[in-house]
């Protein structure tokens, strides 16, 4: 990240998604049932004029352990990608994904393999010239890591509110909720297709994604809700297509503003229970967002 973050000509948008993916991963190490403190992480880790990281970003480390991210570290490394390729350009950045992929194995061979993606989405309007946007799978290990981002993509607001209202109609667990259905059937005028990223073959839909935005042919496979890719991909094209948004609008009866209410308390408590079994003890309640100056957030 902190090589490609100089290729770009805007260096406040790759600075940012390298803040925010210091922040995830520092966050990710803390969780862990054996604990990682930011030296044992990113120790010996400079940029290229041999800052410490610390001393070019401080604000990750400063509330890896108040704030919760709002995405996994490899999403900040999709959008960087995107950023950096053209954002149709889906061969290199199909390309770009599956050598990052390669020499992150290479490297961490005898280590876990946590962190990164497997599966690649890719979203966009039937139209010849629609822009394309991308989602990568849950790059977490363990299921309390992956619970808690889930969470957190959800309430604060990272992913689309149909997308979240969706993942949280089954939150934590397969069971559906007795009192909300946000599931929907995405718009006919939209595609959403899914890739390996290691050998870009394309892969169906897995039967939680079917459940969650009513695809037809689907692998028997049931991931967790909000784990793969197609949640990322479908919330950044809903984000910025109202019109196929609108089309694919969830439509049970009990979709009304209370029972998202409800549904929002309730992911929120579960997700305090599940932080409460990790050693992150106190949550502020707040988000990292990686826009803010660190004198406005303490002001
Ligand atoms: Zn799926």
């Known amino acids: 990240m902190l090589k490609m973050k100089d290729q770009s000509s805007e260096p406040e948008v790759t600075s940012k998604l390298v803040d925010e993916m210091i922040h995830s991963i520092l966050f990710l190490g803390k969780i862990k049932n054996k604990p990682l403190c930011p030296k044992d992480i990113f120790d010996g880790v400079d940029d290229d004029n041999n800052h410490h990281l610390k001393e070019k970003y401080p604000n990750p480390f400063k509330f890896y352990s108040s704030q919760l991210p709002r995405r996994s570290p490899f999403s900040c490394m999709l959008d960087m990608i995107v950023h950096l390729k053209q954002q149709n350009d889906e061969n290199g950045i199909k390309d770009e994904l599956a050598e990052i992929i390669s020499k992150l194995k290479d490297e961490t061979r ?59 109609t089954f939150y934590p667990d397969l069971m559906k909720k007795p009192y909300f259905d946000g599931t929907f059937n995405l718009s006919r005028d939209a595609t959403c297709r899914a890739y390996n990223i290691k050998n ?94 660190l004198t406005c957030r303490e002001g």
């Open 200 to 293: 870009k073959s394309e892969m169906k839909p897995c039967k939680s994604c079917s459940n969650l935005f009513g695809f037809q042919e689907t692998d028997p496979k049931v991931w967790p809700y909000g784990n793969c890719a197609e949640v990322e991909s479908l919330s950044k094209l809903f984000k910025n297509d109202d019109q196929v948004k609108q089309q694919s609008r969830p439509q049970s009866d009990t979709f009304t503003p209370d029972n998202i209410e409800k549904v929002k308390d309730e992911t929120r408590k579960k997700l305090k229970e599940i932080l409460n079994m990790t050693k992150f003890e106190k949550w502020s309640g707040e988000f990292y967002d990686p826009s803010v100056e």
């Open 110 to 168: 005898k280590h876990d393999k946590e962190l990164s993606s497997t599966v690649l989405c890719v979203s966009h309007v039937n139209n010849t010239d629609s822009v394309k946007y991308y989602g990568v799978s849950m790059s977490t290990s363990g299921k309390k890591s992956g619970r808690i981002m889930i969470a957190a993509s959800c309430l604060s607001f990272y992913w689309d509110e149909y997308v979240a209202g969706a993942v949280m």
